[in-house]
Protein backbone atom coordinates (compact mmCIF):
# COMPACT_ATOMS: atom_id res chain seq x y z
CA UNK A 1 0.00 0.00 0.00
CA UNK A 2 2.98 2.45 1.06
CA UNK A 3 6.42 2.95 -0.83
CA UNK A 4 8.46 2.48 2.52
CA UNK A 5 11.41 4.11 1.38
CA UNK A 6 9.39 7.16 -0.04
CA UNK A 7 7.67 7.42 3.64
CA UNK A 8 11.25 7.41 5.60
CA UNK A 9 12.59 9.64 3.32
CA UNK A 10 10.27 12.30 3.06
CA UNK A 11 9.20 12.17 7.48
CA UNK A 12 13.40 12.61 7.58
CA UNK A 13 13.41 15.40 5.38
CA UNK A 14 10.11 17.31 7.71
CA UNK A 15 12.35 16.61 10.85
CA UNK A 16 15.34 17.79 9.69
CA UNK A 17 14.30 20.66 7.52
CA UNK A 18 11.43 21.77 9.26
CA UNK A 19 11.82 20.72 12.80
CA UNK A 20 8.94 18.48 12.64
CA UNK A 21 9.17 15.23 14.97
CA UNK A 22 8.22 11.93 13.06
CA UNK A 23 6.06 10.83 15.82
CA UNK A 24 3.93 13.68 14.97
CA UNK A 25 3.57 12.82 11.01
CA UNK A 26 3.59 9.02 11.98
CA UNK A 27 0.46 10.21 14.44
CA UNK A 28 -1.16 12.17 11.36
CA UNK A 29 -0.58 9.52 8.73
CA UNK A 30 -2.94 7.33 11.46
CA UNK A 31 -5.85 9.92 11.59
CA UNK A 32 -5.97 10.72 7.70
CA UNK A 33 -5.96 6.23 6.88
CA UNK A 34 -8.65 6.01 9.74
CA UNK A 35 -10.39 9.18 8.54
CA UNK A 36 -10.41 7.72 4.79
CA UNK A 37 -11.76 4.20 6.01
CA UNK A 38 -14.23 5.83 8.55
CA UNK A 39 -15.39 7.79 5.04
CA UNK A 40 -15.59 4.81 3.10
CA UNK A 41 -16.72 2.43 5.08
CA UNK A 42 -17.96 3.41 8.73
CA UNK A 43 -21.02 3.91 9.83
CA UNK A 44 -22.70 6.87 12.09
CA UNK A 45 -20.98 7.70 15.46
CA UNK A 46 -18.30 5.08 14.57
CA UNK A 47 -14.62 5.65 15.83
CA UNK A 48 -12.02 4.27 13.66
CA UNK A 49 -8.45 3.95 14.67
CA UNK A 50 -5.45 2.86 12.34
CA UNK A 51 -2.27 1.74 13.47
CA UNK A 52 0.58 2.20 10.85
CA UNK A 53 3.71 -0.47 10.78
CA UNK A 54 6.43 1.67 9.63
CA UNK A 55 8.57 -1.12 9.38
CA UNK A 56 6.54 -3.27 7.45
CA UNK A 57 3.82 -0.56 5.95
CA UNK A 58 0.75 -2.53 6.86
CA UNK A 59 -2.23 -0.51 8.29
CA UNK A 60 -4.79 -2.18 10.82
CA UNK A 61 -8.04 -0.61 11.59
CA UNK A 62 -10.10 -0.90 14.82
CA UNK A 63 -13.52 0.21 16.20
CA UNK A 64 -13.05 1.42 19.46
CA UNK A 65 -16.21 1.82 21.91
CA UNK A 66 -16.98 3.66 24.66
CA UNK A 67 -18.47 1.61 27.80
CA UNK A 68 -21.35 3.16 29.54
CA UNK A 69 -23.54 2.18 32.48
CA UNK A 70 -27.53 0.73 31.17
CA UNK A 71 -28.91 3.48 33.77
CA UNK A 72 -27.80 6.77 32.36
CA UNK A 73 -28.50 5.80 28.72
CA UNK A 74 -31.87 5.34 26.48
CA UNK A 75 -32.69 2.31 24.02
CA UNK A 76 -34.20 2.86 21.32
CA UNK A 77 -37.40 4.96 21.46
CA UNK A 78 -37.16 4.74 24.81
CA UNK A 79 -38.09 8.20 25.18
CA UNK A 80 -39.21 11.07 22.98
CA UNK A 81 -37.83 13.83 23.03
CA UNK A 82 -40.23 15.82 25.34
CA UNK A 83 -39.44 13.54 27.73
CA UNK A 84 -35.63 13.86 27.84
CA UNK A 85 -36.76 18.09 28.45
CA UNK A 86 -38.24 16.65 31.30
CA UNK A 87 -35.12 14.94 32.79
CA UNK A 88 -33.38 16.42 35.81
CA UNK A 89 -30.16 18.50 34.72
CA UNK A 90 -28.69 15.50 36.86
CA UNK A 91 -30.49 12.65 35.36
CA UNK A 92 -29.16 13.92 31.86
CA UNK A 93 -28.81 10.78 29.98
CA UNK A 94 -27.19 10.13 25.91
CA UNK A 95 -28.98 7.99 23.74
CA UNK A 96 -27.59 4.22 23.27
CA UNK A 97 -24.95 4.06 20.09
CA UNK A 98 -24.46 0.34 19.20
CA UNK A 99 -21.46 1.65 17.03
CA UNK A 100 -20.12 4.11 19.50
CA UNK A 101 -21.14 2.58 22.86
CA UNK A 102 -20.87 -1.11 24.76
CA UNK A 103 -22.80 -1.51 27.74
CA UNK A 104 -20.84 -2.08 31.01
CA UNK A 105 -22.30 -5.64 31.50
CA UNK A 106 -21.18 -6.61 27.99
CA UNK A 107 -17.96 -4.74 28.40
CA UNK A 108 -17.09 -6.59 31.28
CA UNK A 109 -17.55 -10.55 29.44
CA UNK A 110 -14.76 -8.93 27.05
CA UNK A 111 -12.37 -7.02 29.91
CA UNK A 112 -12.51 -8.20 33.07
CA UNK A 113 -12.27 -4.90 35.05
CA UNK A 114 -13.85 -2.74 32.98
CA UNK A 115 -15.56 0.42 33.66
CA UNK A 116 -17.82 3.59 32.55
CA UNK A 117 -15.81 5.41 29.80
CA UNK A 118 -13.12 2.74 29.38
CA UNK A 119 -12.13 2.06 25.90
CA UNK A 120 -13.57 -1.52 24.05
CA UNK A 121 -11.06 -2.03 21.10
CA UNK A 122 -12.41 -4.35 18.16
CA UNK A 123 -10.25 -5.27 15.06
CA UNK A 124 -12.03 -4.03 11.95
CA UNK A 125 -11.85 -6.33 8.68
CA UNK A 126 -8.89 -5.41 6.03
CA UNK A 127 -10.80 -4.07 2.70
CA UNK A 128 -9.09 -5.06 -0.12
CA UNK A 129 -10.28 -2.15 -2.35
CA UNK A 130 -8.89 0.42 -0.04
CA UNK A 131 -8.20 2.33 -2.77
CA UNK A 132 -8.21 5.57 -4.69
CA UNK A 133 -11.10 7.93 -3.33
CA UNK A 134 -9.73 6.56 0.30
CA UNK A 135 -6.32 7.44 -0.67
CA UNK A 136 -7.03 10.66 -2.03
CA UNK A 137 -8.65 11.53 1.76
CA UNK A 138 -5.72 10.47 3.27
CA UNK A 139 -3.33 12.36 1.35
CA UNK A 140 -5.06 15.35 1.41
CA UNK A 141 -5.24 15.19 5.46
CA UNK A 142 -2.10 14.11 5.84
CA UNK A 143 -0.58 17.48 3.58
CA UNK A 144 -2.82 19.65 5.82
CA UNK A 145 -1.75 17.76 9.26
CA UNK A 146 2.01 18.85 7.80
CA UNK A 147 1.03 22.17 7.30
CA UNK A 148 -0.90 22.30 10.89
CA UNK A 149 2.37 20.63 12.77
CA UNK A 150 4.42 22.85 10.79
CA UNK A 151 2.68 25.97 11.68
CA UNK A 152 2.94 25.06 15.28
CA UNK A 153 6.53 24.27 14.94
CA UNK A 154 7.47 27.84 13.69
CA UNK A 155 5.39 29.53 16.02
CA UNK A 156 7.48 27.43 18.82
CA UNK A 157 10.31 29.01 16.72
CA UNK A 158 9.65 32.40 16.71
CA UNK A 159 7.93 32.65 20.10
CA UNK A 160 10.96 32.38 21.81
CA UNK A 161 12.53 35.31 19.49
CA UNK A 162 9.63 37.32 20.27
CA UNK A 163 11.46 40.45 22.01
CA UNK A 164 14.72 39.73 20.11
CA UNK A 165 16.69 40.96 17.35
CA UNK A 166 16.49 39.10 14.35
CA UNK A 167 18.11 39.09 10.75
CA UNK A 168 16.59 38.70 7.60
CA UNK A 169 16.24 39.45 3.87
CA UNK A 170 14.41 41.78 1.89
CA UNK A 171 11.83 40.18 -0.22
CA UNK A 172 10.05 43.14 -1.48
CA UNK A 173 8.67 46.60 -0.61
CA UNK A 174 5.09 46.81 -1.02
CA UNK A 175 2.75 49.68 -0.66
CA UNK A 176 5.48 51.12 1.67
CA UNK A 177 6.12 47.53 3.57
CA UNK A 178 9.28 45.81 4.01
CA UNK A 179 8.65 42.44 3.48
CA UNK A 180 11.23 40.10 4.86
CA UNK A 181 12.15 36.80 4.20
CA UNK A 182 12.89 34.74 7.45
CA UNK A 183 13.31 31.55 6.27
CA UNK A 184 10.42 29.79 7.86
CA UNK A 185 8.31 32.37 7.90
CA UNK A 186 7.35 36.07 6.35
CA UNK A 187 8.50 39.44 8.55
CA UNK A 188 7.04 42.74 8.17
CA UNK A 189 8.07 46.33 8.86
CA UNK A 190 5.16 48.49 7.98
CA UNK A 191 5.78 52.11 7.37
CA UNK A 192 5.76 52.90 11.16
CA UNK A 193 8.27 50.84 11.98
CA UNK A 194 10.38 51.67 9.26
CA UNK A 195 13.24 54.30 10.24
CA UNK A 196 12.64 57.49 7.97
CA UNK A 197 14.60 57.75 5.13
CA UNK A 198 15.73 54.36 4.91
CA UNK A 199 15.69 52.48 2.02
CA UNK A 200 16.33 48.82 0.90
CA UNK A 201 16.40 47.04 -2.02
CA UNK A 202 15.49 43.38 -2.87
CA UNK A 203 18.34 41.04 -1.44
CA UNK A 204 19.53 43.32 1.31
CA UNK A 205 19.92 41.51 4.86
CA UNK A 206 18.19 43.64 7.34
CA UNK A 207 18.10 43.49 11.04
CA UNK A 208 14.70 44.43 13.10
CA UNK A 209 12.94 43.63 16.52
CA UNK A 210 10.90 41.44 16.32
CA UNK A 211 7.69 42.24 18.46
CA UNK A 212 5.15 40.00 17.82
CA UNK A 213 4.26 36.74 16.33
CA UNK A 214 1.23 36.12 14.37
CA UNK A 215 -1.07 33.33 12.42
CA UNK A 216 -2.33 34.46 9.34
CA UNK A 217 -4.50 32.85 6.57
CA UNK A 218 -1.02 32.68 4.96
CA UNK A 219 0.62 31.25 7.49
CA UNK A 220 3.10 32.72 10.03
CA UNK A 221 3.67 36.68 10.12
CA UNK A 222 6.38 38.21 12.26
CA UNK A 223 5.77 41.79 12.72
CA UNK A 224 9.21 43.65 12.67
CA UNK A 225 10.14 47.08 13.97
CA UNK A 226 13.24 49.55 13.76
CA UNK A 227 11.64 51.95 14.81
CA UNK A 228 10.42 50.67 17.96
CA UNK A 229 12.45 51.61 21.34
CA UNK A 230 13.40 48.26 22.51
CA UNK A 231 15.42 47.71 19.20
CA UNK A 232 17.64 50.79 20.69
CA UNK A 233 17.72 48.81 23.78
CA UNK A 234 18.40 45.56 22.48
CA UNK A 235 21.28 46.64 20.06
CA UNK A 236 22.97 48.41 23.07
CA UNK A 237 22.04 44.49 24.79
CA UNK A 238 25.05 43.38 22.41
CA UNK A 239 27.34 46.10 22.52
CA UNK A 240 27.64 46.62 26.05
CA UNK A 241 28.15 43.26 27.95
CA UNK A 242 27.04 45.11 31.07
CA UNK A 243 23.23 45.19 30.22
CA UNK A 244 23.22 41.66 28.99
CA UNK A 245 24.56 40.39 32.66
CA UNK A 246 22.38 42.55 34.20
CA UNK A 247 24.81 45.38 35.91
CA UNK A 248 23.33 48.00 33.69
CA UNK A 249 19.61 48.84 33.76
CA UNK A 250 17.46 50.44 31.12
CA UNK A 251 15.50 52.17 32.60
CA UNK A 252 13.39 54.30 30.09
CA UNK A 253 13.98 55.23 26.76
CA UNK A 254 12.06 58.54 24.59
CA UNK A 255 12.57 57.59 20.55
CA UNK A 256 12.35 59.76 17.36
CA UNK A 257 13.39 57.09 15.10
CA UNK A 258 16.05 58.31 12.55
CA UNK A 259 16.77 61.68 14.36
CA UNK A 260 17.35 61.47 17.87
CA UNK A 261 17.13 59.35 21.32
CA UNK A 262 17.38 59.44 24.83
CA UNK A 263 18.46 56.43 26.73
CA UNK A 264 18.04 56.62 30.87
CA UNK A 265 20.33 53.69 32.55
CA UNK A 266 21.49 53.38 36.17
CA UNK A 267 23.99 51.29 37.59
CA UNK A 268 23.58 47.92 39.92
CA UNK A 269 27.18 48.17 40.64
CA UNK A 270 28.57 51.43 42.67
CA UNK A 271 31.91 50.78 40.65
CA UNK A 272 30.18 50.77 37.29
CA UNK A 273 29.69 53.72 35.39
CA UNK A 274 26.27 53.03 33.56
CA UNK A 275 26.21 56.39 31.02
CA UNK A 276 30.47 54.49 30.12
CA UNK A 277 28.96 51.26 29.50
CA UNK A 278 26.97 52.16 26.58
CA UNK A 279 29.27 54.89 25.60
CA UNK A 280 32.26 52.73 25.35
CA UNK A 281 35.94 53.19 25.07
CA UNK A 282 36.73 55.68 22.44
CA UNK A 283 32.48 55.90 21.66
CA UNK A 284 32.71 52.48 20.28
CA UNK A 285 29.76 51.49 21.24
CA UNK A 286 27.66 54.33 20.89
CA UNK A 287 29.02 54.99 17.38
CA UNK A 288 27.82 51.48 16.44
CA UNK A 289 24.30 51.41 17.11
CA UNK A 290 24.01 54.68 15.59
CA UNK A 291 25.61 53.44 12.58
CA UNK A 292 22.91 50.76 12.62
CA UNK A 293 20.23 53.27 12.95
CA UNK A 294 20.89 55.50 9.92
CA UNK A 295 23.44 57.78 11.99
CA UNK A 296 20.40 59.10 14.74
CA UNK A 297 21.49 60.83 17.65
CA UNK A 298 21.80 58.97 21.28
CA UNK A 299 21.80 61.26 24.58
CA UNK A 300 22.93 58.67 27.10
CA UNK A 301 21.25 59.50 30.81
CA UNK A 302 22.07 59.23 33.71
CA UNK A 303 18.99 57.87 35.65
CA UNK A 304 17.94 59.03 39.39
CA UNK A 305 15.09 58.64 41.51
CA UNK A 306 14.87 62.00 41.87
CA UNK A 307 12.76 63.62 39.87
CA UNK A 308 14.38 67.24 39.96
CA UNK A 309 18.01 65.44 38.75
CA UNK A 310 16.19 63.42 36.49
CA UNK A 311 14.83 66.13 34.65
CA UNK A 312 18.01 68.06 35.03
CA UNK A 313 19.85 65.50 33.60
CA UNK A 314 17.26 64.52 30.53
CA UNK A 315 17.51 68.07 29.19
CA UNK A 316 21.08 67.46 28.82
CA UNK A 317 23.13 69.53 27.39
CA UNK A 318 21.20 72.42 28.46
CA UNK A 319 22.40 74.09 32.27
CA UNK A 320 19.13 74.27 34.56
CA UNK A 321 19.25 76.76 37.46
CA UNK A 322 16.40 75.55 39.13
CA UNK A 323 13.35 73.35 38.48
CA UNK A 324 10.05 73.98 40.55
CA UNK A 325 7.83 70.63 41.04
CA UNK A 326 4.02 70.11 40.96
CA UNK A 327 3.86 66.20 42.21
CA UNK A 328 0.07 66.07 41.75
CA UNK A 329 -0.10 67.04 38.13
CA UNK A 330 3.23 65.84 37.25
CA UNK A 331 4.06 68.81 35.83
CA UNK A 332 7.92 71.18 35.80
CA UNK A 333 8.56 74.27 35.47
CA UNK A 334 12.66 74.82 34.20
CA UNK A 335 14.08 78.00 34.74
CA UNK A 336 17.12 78.47 32.10
CA UNK A 337 19.25 81.62 31.46
CA UNK A 338 18.98 83.52 27.78
CA UNK A 339 21.59 81.51 26.27
CA UNK A 340 20.76 78.06 27.29
CA UNK A 341 16.79 78.33 26.49
CA UNK A 342 17.10 77.33 22.32
CA UNK A 343 19.67 74.65 23.91
CA UNK A 344 17.31 72.90 26.09
CA UNK A 345 13.96 73.04 24.05
CA UNK A 346 16.03 71.90 21.08
CA UNK A 347 15.46 72.04 17.01
CA UNK A 348 11.33 71.41 16.40
CA UNK A 349 10.92 71.38 20.48
CA UNK A 350 12.64 67.61 20.33
CA UNK A 351 14.80 68.43 23.35
CA UNK A 352 12.33 69.36 25.31
CA UNK A 353 9.76 66.82 23.96
CA UNK A 354 12.07 63.66 24.07
CA UNK A 355 13.07 64.92 27.65
CA UNK A 356 9.63 65.01 28.31
CA UNK A 357 8.48 61.16 27.12
CA UNK A 358 11.27 59.62 28.81
CA UNK A 359 10.82 61.55 32.43
CA UNK A 360 6.90 61.10 31.92
CA UNK A 361 6.66 64.67 33.59
CA UNK A 362 4.93 67.44 31.31
CA UNK A 363 8.09 69.68 31.42
CA UNK A 364 7.65 74.10 30.82
CA UNK A 365 10.71 75.64 29.97
CA UNK A 366 10.95 78.77 31.18
CA UNK A 367 13.59 81.88 30.36
CA UNK A 368 14.46 84.06 33.67
CA UNK A 369 15.40 86.56 30.92
CA UNK A 370 11.95 86.94 28.92
CA UNK A 371 10.16 85.06 31.22
CA UNK A 372 8.56 82.86 27.91
CA UNK A 373 7.58 79.88 28.01
CA UNK A 374 7.37 76.45 25.80
CA UNK A 375 6.27 73.25 27.03
CA UNK A 376 6.83 69.83 26.49
CA UNK A 377 4.44 67.10 26.32
Given at each position: MFDLKVIHSVLQQ????????????????????????????????????????????KVEFYQVKIVVDESKVIMGDEEDEQDLKNIAEEEIRVRFNPEHHILLADAKKIKKGAVVDDEIVFPLEEKGDYGRIAAQTA??????????????????????????????????????????????????????????????KQGEKI?????????????????????????????????????AQGVVEVKAIAREAGARSKIAVHSNDSHIDPTGSLIGQRGVRVTTVMSELAGEKIDIIQWNEDPSIFIQESL??????????????????????????????????????????????????QSTGTHSQVAGV
Amino acid sequence: MFDLKVIHSVLQQLEDERGIPKEKMLEAIELALATAYKKEYGKKGQIVRAIFDNNSGKVEFYQVKIVVDESKVIMGDEEDEQDLKNIAEEEIRVRFNPEHHILLADAKKIKKGAVVDDEIVFPLEEKGDYGRIAAQTAKQVIIQKIREAEKTSVLAEYGKKEGEIVMGTVQRVERGSIFVDMGRAMGIISYEDQIPNEHYKQGEKIRAYLYAVEESPKGIMLKLSRSHPKFLSKLFEIEAPEIAQGVVEVKAIAREAGARSKIAVHSNDSHIDPTGSLIGQRGVRVTTVMSELAGEKIDIIQWNEDPSIFIQESLSPAKIIKIDLNKEEKRAVVHVSDDQQSLAIGKGGQNVRLAAKLTGWKIDIQSTGTHSQVAGV
